[in-house]
């Protein structure tokens, strides 16, 4: 028999680009693009149900086996370092992990350097490896301020067009790596769904390689 499969899809501007790849692939669910506050669809029909979720939640869901299957940010995952398994790279939500800060700005290596970032553990694994002390003031928005307003001499933050930067008279210093979307599973579920997962897994994985091919 087989099993429903559940996928936590995260809201927002990654959402509805993840969930046109599972609908193209035969994993839709036609009632979930309704402007409503539903967070759980299903769909009998192809045995799939649909959690939407906050991006920085997804992990968890599929961590603790809430979801089989997520779709998280490489940030994400390099910041909260989920024990899951990572079965794709969508290759959507595609940005950058920057240093960034106000123009002109050196680094005088003399005094600690004060990092501003909702990402903690990237940006004390980034300045770890080229051991520079650093303090974090760990910020959930609006990061480019920080250096703006002196709260910070750089920021670790995501960067994608450069347009929040730009209007804010900042540059990128370094970039530490690129992020996109990936495909990630629960370990049990992925041993008790194996086939459905696989099955799964394998349609996205053709439908990414068309894609890159078009
Ligand atoms: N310009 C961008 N800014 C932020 N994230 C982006 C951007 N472009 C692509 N992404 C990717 O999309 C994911 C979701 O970003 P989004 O901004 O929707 O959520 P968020 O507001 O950061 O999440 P949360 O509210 O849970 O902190 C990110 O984890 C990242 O992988
Ligand atoms: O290079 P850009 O295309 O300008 O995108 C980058 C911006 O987008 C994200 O912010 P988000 O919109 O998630 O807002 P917040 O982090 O301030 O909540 C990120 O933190 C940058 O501020």
Redesign the pocket.
Known sequence: MTQFINIAL?????GEKVYAIFEAVGYGCPSILNNNRKLIFENEENCVRYFWV????VAIYVERGAADLGV?????LLEYRPDVYELLDLDV???RMCVAAQKGFRDDLDRTLRVAT?FSKVAKDFYAGQSREIDIIKL??SIELAPILGLSDVIVD????GT?LRENDLEVVETITG???RLIANKVSHKFKYEEISRLAARVAGYIKEGAMR
């Open positions: 995260p809201k927002g501007r990654l906050k991006p920085s939640d998280a940010g490489k940030d994400i939500g595609k940005c909702k959930n928005g995501i960067v994608e067009t929040t992020i996109s979307a």
